[in-house]
Nanobody, 122 residues
Framework: QVQLVESGGGLVQPGGSLRLSCAAS????????MGWYRQAPGKERELVAT???????NYAASVKDRFTISRDNAKNTVYLQTNSAKPEDTAVYYC????????????????WGQGTQVTVSS
């Protein structure tokens, strides 16, 4: 089992910055990727950014060039630096981890954090 704990959410003014953190604990054989998703009221959960074990990153078009995802493998932690925040970035941000339970497994396990609220408002 893997536990994901997010932190760093809160209120930020338009144009401001915030850094989200997600610490993973527990046991899993290997991690394929970690990432951030978000869900605004009345909308479906959407991908924000992901980073693979080879540090390949992927961003939603709406956040590209404003958000940066990074990871600290030693701490099993993934970060999301949010710059130039916009009101439409307001959402609950969820951390996600995809990984393999054992060597050679074709099964990919999917874990989610509890979410952290980000509100962009003046």
């Amino acid at each position: 089992q893997v536990q994901l704990v997010e932190s760093g959410g809160g209120l930020v003014q338009p144009g401001g910055s915030l850094r989200l953190s997600c610490a993973a604990s527990g046991s899993i054989f290997s991690i394929d990727a970690m990432g951030w998703y978000r869900q605004a009221p009345g909308k479906e959960r959407e991908l924000v950014a992901t980073i693979t074990s080879q540090d390949t990153t992927n961003y939603a078009a709406s956040v590209k060039d404003r958000f940066t995802i990074s990871r600290d493998n030693a701490k099993n932690t993934v970060y999301l630096q949010t710059n130039s925040a916009k009101p439409e970035d307001t959402a609950v941000y969820y951390c996600n981890l995809k990984g393999r339970p054992w060597s050679g497994s074709r099964v990919v396990l999917n874990y989610w954090g509890q979410g952290t609220q980000v509100t962009v408002s003046s």
